[in-house]
C-alpha cells in the first residue's frame, strides 16, 4: 500500500471521529483533491470510512467525476488482494478500469 500524508489537522472536515456520511464525503474529497487519488485501504485506515464505494457513488451523484481502478494491492500484511479500488479525481467521465 503506498504511503499517502494524512489530511492537513487545521480543517474541520479532517475530524475522523465524525463518522457521518457527509463528513464522510467532505473528507474524502478534500483527499481527492490534495492527493490526486486513494484507494480503499487508504480510505478505511486515514479516513476512517468504511465503505468508500458508497461515499465514492454519493459524490459522484452530486456531479463529481470520479473515475475508478481495480487492481491487485497488498493489505498492511503483505497479503494481495483482487480488484481493491483506487478512485481518482478527473476532469473526464467518470470511468471504471480493471487490470
Known amino acids: 500500500m ?3 500524508p494524512p489530511l492537513n489537522s487545521g480543517c474541520p472536515a ?3 471521529n465524525d ?3 457527509s463528513a464522510q ?3 474524502l474529497l478534500a ?10 485501504f487508504q480510505a478505511i485506515a486515514q479516513l476512517n470510512i468504511v ?3 458508497a461515499r465514492i457513488a454519493e459524490l459522484r451523484a452530486l456531479g463529481h467525476k470520479i473515475a475508478t481502478h481495480l487492481s491487485t494491492l497488498k493489505d498492511d500484511h503483505g497479503r494481495d488482494h ?18
Open 2 to 4: 503506498a504511503d499517502t
Open 51 to 53: 465503505r468508500p464505494g
Open 25 to 27: 464525503r467532505i473528507r
Open 82 to 99: 483482487r480488484k481493491v479500488a483506487t478512485y481518482f479525481l478527473s476532469a473526464g467521465s467518470a470511468q471504471k478500469v480493471v487490470e
Open 14 to 16: 479532517c475530524d475522523n
Open 19 to 21: 463518522t457521518s456520511g
Open 31 to 40: 483527499h481527492l483533491r490534495q492527493h490526486g487519488s486513494i484507494n480503499t
